[in-house]
């Protein structure tokens, strides 16, 4: 598949190194183009600005999201306010799909991290035309995948060190890009936000940028992270994993 003709390495970086994942992913990635085009085509496309709210926690559902382009990050909130980020998706993801199963109340938030589109499907549309296609198996290893993500998320949080959650954080966000994302490696998210989707304060991620920084893996503007090196920043996350917090 050809590079975006927007996008092109700023380093000197491989294309694979720089962006491994230039393909399509979630569940798009799981089916036939035609049948994901059909299924979106069900659906009223909608356009969303930078924390715009797509999916609010408690609310009832009636309808999926297929994320067509932008990044989201799926919140979940305690009742005194706290919120923690426990996924990031992006193109070719399915949300909202639980609650289509189940009949339950959203169990999370998720928000846009940045500018992108949806189509918003029934429930009723959604499931008839994935039984049509013959898709139900691959949306339950789909929805499988999802679910499987929650243990190591959870071990992340209990052992691994600040650095090393801020490196998994970082280029999870860079891996749900999508294909056609212009520009993966910059993240449009102010430092207070990073920290707080780990259940952090700021202060506790500002030495890590520093250190990142002066190491010449990322440069930091104002409410933004620009990722110079990933292959050097999945190994610095996987080399402070086994520290002390």
């Known amino acids: 598949m050809p590079l ?43 356009h969303h600005t930078t924390k715009d709210r797509l999916v609010h926690q408690g609310d009832t559902g009636g309808w999926v999201l297929l994320s067509l382009s ?31 199963r189940d009949g339950l109340p959203r169990s999370a938030t998720v928000q846009a991290i940045e500018p992108g589109i949806t189509s918003k499907v029934s429930e009723r549309r959604f499931a008839d035309v994935v039984q049509r296609l013959g898709l139900s198996a691959r949306l339950d290893g ?17 052992h691994r060190t600040t650095a090393s959650r ?8 860079i891996d749900a890009a999508g294909p056609d994302h212009p520009s993966p490696t910059t ?15 700021r202060s506790a991620i500002t030495p890590v940028l520093k250190a990142w920084k002066s ?23 996987v080399s402070t994993s086994g520290q002390n917090r």
């Open 215 to 237: 190491a010449g893996l990322i440069v930091v503007t104002r409410g933004r992270l620009e990722v110079v090196d990933v292959p050097a920043l999945r190994r610095a996350g």
């Open 187 to 201: 993240i449009a998210m102010p430092q207070e936000e990073l920290a707080s989707s780990l259940g952090l304060v």
């Open 142 to 158: 789909y929805i499988s995948g999802k679910l499987r993500e929650s243990a190591p998320y959870a071990w992340q949080l209990a």
């Open 70 to 100: 932008g990044r989201l990050k799926v919140v979940y909130a305690e009742p005194d306010g706290a919120e923690i980020m426990l996924a990031v998706r992006g193109p070719g993801d399915v949300i909202g799909e639980l609650t289509a």
């Open 4 to 46: 975006h003709p927007r996008w092109r390495p700023r380093y000197k970086q491989s294309v694979t190194e720089a962006y491994p994942l230039h393909r399509s992913r979630g569940f798009r990635s799981l089916i036939p183009t035609g049948a994901w085009t059909e299924i979106v085509g069900q659906g009223v496309r909608t």
């Open 166 to 173: 801020l490196a998994a954080l970082v280029t999870a966000i």
